[in-house]
Nanobody, 119 residues
C-alpha cells in the first residue's frame, strides 16, 4: 500500500511561481512512475488531465499546455516528486493530484491540493 501526501499549493498571481511536492510512504515501495494530474473547476474525476510524469530513471513527459513552464523532478531516496510551476496562468487553476504507479501496475492517488492563479 502506498500513501501520497501533497503539499505546497496555494494562491498566486498570474505570472508567478509555485512548487508542489508529493511524498510517498508505505511498506515495500516499488514505485515506477510518479506524476501530477489536475482537475479543473467544475470538472469530474474522469476529466482529470495529465500534467507531467517522471519515471524512476528520470524520463519525463509533459502536457503541451505546460511545456516550458512546469518542471517535474524526483528524489528517489526520499520517494518524493516535485512540480515547479512558473509563469502560471489562470487556466492552471485546479486541484492537483499526485499519482504513483508501482512496478506491479497499481495506481495510487493523493488527496489533492488546490492551486489558484488570480488574474
Amino acid at each position: 500500500q502506498v500513501q501520497l501526501v501533497e503539499s505546497g499549493g496555494g494562491l498566486v498571481q498570474a505570472g508567478g511561481s509555485l512548487r508542489v511536492s508529493c511524498a510517498a510512504s508505505g511498506s515495500g515501495l516499488s514505485i515506477n512512475v510518479m506524476g501530477w494530474f489536475r482537475q479543473g473547476p467544475g470538472k469530474e474525476r474522469e476529466q482529470r488531465e495529465l500534467v507531467a510524469t517522471i519515471t524512476r530513471d528520470g524520463g519525463t513527459n509533459y502536457a503541451d499546455s505546460v511545456k516550458g513552464r512546469f518542471t517535474i523532478s524526483r528524489d528517489n531516496a526520499k520517494n518524493t516528486v516535485y512540480l515547479q510551476m512558473n509563469s502560471l496562468k489562470p487556466a492552471d487553476t485546479a486541484v492537483y493530484y499526485c499519482n504513483a504507479v508501482t512496478v506491479f501496475a497499481r495506481r495510487y492517488w493523493g488527496q489533492g491540493i488546490q492551486v489558484t492563479v488570480s488574474s
